[in-house]
């Protein structure tokens, strides 16, 4: 039974099982030999242990929709979503997996660690510079510039890669653009080289880091919109979950929104596989606000915490509060050391009295953030969460739009007034 339960918690294996149907059918022949067990073994099992199948096949058929609705929220990411099914799905996941860890361990073998053997097995081709021109738009970092294609008039960002980091990027890349799948995660599209400087080269986000975009519209931001946002960001989080990639540094400043106001993860600089070793993971002044208080805790006599997936959701726990309100995290405070020492104690900020974000998103953020990494939910929880939260709020302003009393404009003349005020009484004596 306990292996059968590792093997319906991970996606894939997951995956062939609910194609076949036979999950049901499997879980009901392990309690059968359970029961012959118990029974040969002679235990007289107390009250309070006995094994109720059928409840527990509720539990089991419940957690199969959770699923199946985790599924389907993770597919909504796809950007050709009408075309991908589970099958598909399951294909892209398992494809994109197997490659990152073949990479991962040619990159982690530090006794074999040949980049020339690297490029022989992917084979990545530079892209050709010459095919782009740089727009006449300011800049918008000192190395981040925008480019068009010639021929397609496209726009793609051009990031400048410092000369000792370009394997290592090059690396990535390779990896990152197997995720050009997945709608909510930047697309990555190679690097390329003008003879003097290495560029890395992906979709262009015409409104900037989410930080940025927070900071010029502020409680502008429809609360529709907000919700959206964090949604996006959590199709985005658990397809990289699905790949066995966590992402180490998710904050607003590593979020961008497109010109359709579709948030995407970028900058994977510190990305690395679930299963590697993360424990050397430093925590740097503008990711601090955003680190969970366990590697916030890392110190002189203090076991060294290896970064993982509950890490990241503490992140994005904190990103969700300030997607909700609107503010920086903890801007109240300038020293570090002092927001170090008030994050380990458990101080979280906390939400306006009086807010439209909804009860359960503000739930889901307090759990998100606890102190204790058990209580935080998994990705997949919080997907679903966000899916149910967004789809609610929206149904919630279609029935208030849909209730709404609505009149005709008409041009309103001395002789249309009496039958405008009449036309209103009528509509209003129910």
């Not at 399951?90 to 020339?116: G, H, P, W, Y």
């Not at 653009?177 to 979709?203: M, P, W």
């Not at 600089?269 to 805790?297: D, H, Q």
């Not at 404009?409 to 002789?415: A, E, V, Y």
């Amino acid at each position: 039974m306990k292996k059968f339960a590792e093997e319906i918690t991970q996606y894939n294996k997951l995956q062939k099982l609910l194609g076949s149907k036979n999950i049901e059918s499997k879980y009901q022949e392990l309690c059968k030999e359970y029961d012959s067990s118990i029974s040969s073994l002679n235990f007289n099992l107390m009250g309070k242990l006995h094994f109720n199948a059928q409840e527990e096949m509720k539990i089991l058929r419940d957690d199969v929709l959770e699923v199946i609705k985790f599924q389907g929220a993770l597919i909504e990411s796809m950007d050709d979503a009408n075309t991908i099914d589970a099958v598909k799905m399951s294909v892209i996941v398992e494809r994109v997996s197997e490659m990152a860890q073949t990479m991962q361990n040619l990159m982690d073998d530090d006794k074999k660690n040949d980049q020339f053997k690297i490029d022989n097995i992917f084979q990545e081709t530079p892209l050709p510079f010459e095919d782009y021109i740089e727009t006449e738009d300011e800049y918008r970092t000192e190395r981040l510039r925008k480019y068009i294609h010639i021929k397609s008039r496209e726009e793609y960002a051009f990031k400048t890669v410092k000369n000792e980091h370009v394997n290592q990027v090059k690396n990535q890349v390779t990896i990152l653009k197997k995720l050009k799948d997945c709608q909510n995660i930047i697309h990555f599209y190679g690097l390329t080289n003008d003879g003097s400087k290495t560029y890395i080269v992906t979709e262009w986000a015409e409104n900037k880091n989410l930080r940025e975009y927070i900071s010029e519209r502020g409680q502008d931001i429809e609360i529709k919109l907000r919700i959206r946002i964090a949604y996006d960001i959590a199709k985005g989080l658990n397809f990289l979950n699905s790949v066995k990639i966590v992402h180490r540094d998710i904050r607003s400043e590593n979020i961008v929104i497109t010109d359709y106001d579709i948030a995407k993860i970028a900058n994977f600089k510190l990305s690395r596989g679930i299963n590697t070793a993360t424990g050397n993971l430093a925590v740097i002044k503008e990711s601090v606000r955003y680190c969970a208080p366990e590697m916030l805790r890392r110190g002189e006599g203090v076991v060294k915490k290896k970064y993982d997936t509950k890490c990241e959701v503490y992140s994005f726990g904190i990103l969700l509060w300030e997607i909700a309100e609107c503010r920086y995290p903890y801007e109240q405070f300038e020293d570090i050391l002092e927001l170090t020492k008030k994050v380990v104690s458990g101080y979280r900020e906390k939400f306006t009295l009086v807010t439209e974000i909804p009860e359960k998103y503000q739930i889901l953020v307090k759990k998100s953030v606890d102190t204790n990494p058990g209580i935080r939910p998994i990705f997949s929880r919080i997907l679903i969460d966000l899916q149910d939260i967004f789809k609610n709020y929206t149904s919630n302003l279609h029935f208030l739009d849909s209730n709404r009393l609505t009149f005709p404009l008409r041009k309103m003349t001395s002789s249309t007034i009496a039958a405008a005020a009449e036309d209103y009484a009528i509509n209003y004596d129910f």
